[in-house]
């Protein structure tokens, strides 16, 4: 026991000289990432790549320790079109890197960015219908008859 605390003290010295307060004891790089907004989160990296489709190669890539994409398509994107040699580009993502900061800076960029706004209602979560179960801009009425 007392060998197991004098261990716990040595490591509590190691975690107090690190500059963000975090230490794994299996890698020295990896640190907590928030995964959701429900406080869990995994030790490791989030990879970032970018492919250039008609080649389909790996043109751009960075390791970062965010738990999310949000704040990576500007500069994947920028890194992409550098790699390529390309006055302008097409970046194509998914949902999770929708951010209205990021999507603007890649515009300044010359980059045109497409990528599908995240889904933000808890309805489908909580089992309701929301806004995309419904057609949007149809006035007729469901619950009467046609007229013959």
């Known amino acids: 026991m007392r060998d197991q605390m004098r ?3 040595r490591i509590e010295q190691r975690l107090k000289n690190e500059p963000d307060e975090q230490l794994s004891l299996t890698d020295r790089d990896a640190r907590s ?3 959701s907004g429900r ?3 995994i030790v490791g990296y989030n990879v970032q790549t970018a492919v250039d489709t008609k ?3 790996i043109v751009a890539h960075e390791v970062t320790n965010q738990g999310h994409d949000r704040a990576q398509l500007a500069a994947m994107a920028v890194a992409a079109r550098e790699a390529m040699g390309k006055n302008k580009l097409l970046a194509i993502a998914d949902r999770g890197y929708f951010n209205g900061v990021q999507i603007k800076a890649c515009s300044e960029a010359g980059i045109d960015a497409i990528l599908p706004k995240p889904m933000t209602s808890g309805a489908k979560f909580e089992g309701r ?3 995309s179960d ?3 801009g149809s006035s007729r009425r469901l619950d009467k008859r046609p007229e013959p």
């Open 33 to 35: 990432m928030a995964t």
């Open 134 to 136: 419904f057609i949007r």
């Open 7 to 9: 261990r716990m003290k």
């Open 39 to 41: 406080g869990s989160g």
């Open 55 to 57: 080649h389909r190669l």
């Open 129 to 131: 219908f929301s806004t």
